[in-house]
């Protein structure tokens, strides 16, 4: 079992030692909990909304523990949301979820071939060279986007195209295991919130804020894997 890619990097901690990490119940329970409400109506949620917000949320917390079930996961995720932001007219937002879709049949195989001799690929961090090119992208990104999303009538086309390429950048660097693609996704996460509940999306925008206490975890359990 120590071997199988599906699941997460053991550590072989001791039994003694091992401890209870909370999240283990509290993501999969609340995301159950409002599907269940949404379906049953006791909550006035969109289904699309929150199959969106429990995807999401199971896919990043599976990340958090390099589980590579998030990648299936989090395909399906991009299904739901796209529907979503297309209704809410965040055009950009809607087109990163196909790009997202490919990014993770992508991610998907190298976290599983990418590493030494088509081994499981490893936490590192990002060169000098792949952040030049990421500072780069994200400001020419934001400027040809936003002039598109203009073009289209966008709801918040500064905004959107922002986040938009930030999250690309971020997708890249998650797909290729380096640990400061979290620094990213809390940067964007921090303008989706209100941007979120400004477009009358308030679950989505508390997904996205649950989304940052998750990075914030990521950021700690990958660490532990980084070389020395």
């Given at each position: 079992m120590a071997d199988d890619p599906y699941l997460a990097p053991a550590r072989n901690i001791p039994l003694h030692r091992a401890t209870f990490a909370p999240d283990v119940v509290l993501v999969p329970l609340l995301s159950v909990l409002l599907l269940l409400s949404a379906w049953q109506k006791w909550l006035p949620i969109d289904i699309t909304e929150a199959w969106g917000f429990a995807t999401g949320a199971v896919c990043v917390w599976l990340v958090t523990k390099e589980n590579i079930w998030n990648w299936p996961i989090g395909l399906a995720n991009n299904l739901f949301f796209a529907t979503l932001f297309w209704n809410a007219r965040l055009y950009a937002d809607f087109g990163l979820?196909?790009?997202?879709?490919?990014?993770?049949?992508?991610?998907?195989?190298?976290?599983?071939?990418?590493?030494?001799?088509?081994?499981?690929?490893?936490?590192?961090?990002?060169?000098?060279?792949?952040?030049?090119?990421?500072?780069?992208?994200?400001?020419?990104?934001?400027?040809?986007?936003?002039?598109?999303?203009?073009?289209?009538?966008?709801?918040?086309?500064?905004?959107?195209?922002?986040?938009?390429?930030?999250?690309?950048?971020?997708?890249?660097?998650?797909?290729r295991k380096k640990i400061e693609n979290w620094w990213l996704w809390i940067t964007a996460d921090l303008i989706y919130v209100p941007l979120y509940a400004s477009k009358n999306l308030p679950l989505t925008s508390v997904l996205y804020a649950g989304f940052i206490v998750l990075c914030i975890l990521g950021i700690m359990r990958w660490k532990k894997e980084l070389p020395g």
């Open positions: 979820q196909w790009v997202y879709f490919g990014f993770g049949i992508w991610g998907w195989w190298v976290w599983m071939h990418g590493g030494k001799d088509h081994s499981p690929l490893k936490v590192s961090r990002a060169t000098r060279v792949e952040w030049l090119v990421i500072t780069v992208f994200i400001v020419l990104g934001t400027w040809g986007l936003r002039e598109i999303l203009l073009k289209v009538n966008g709801s918040a086309p500064f905004l959107d195209a922002l986040t938009t390429v930030i999250c690309l950048a971020a997708q890249y660097l998650l797909c």
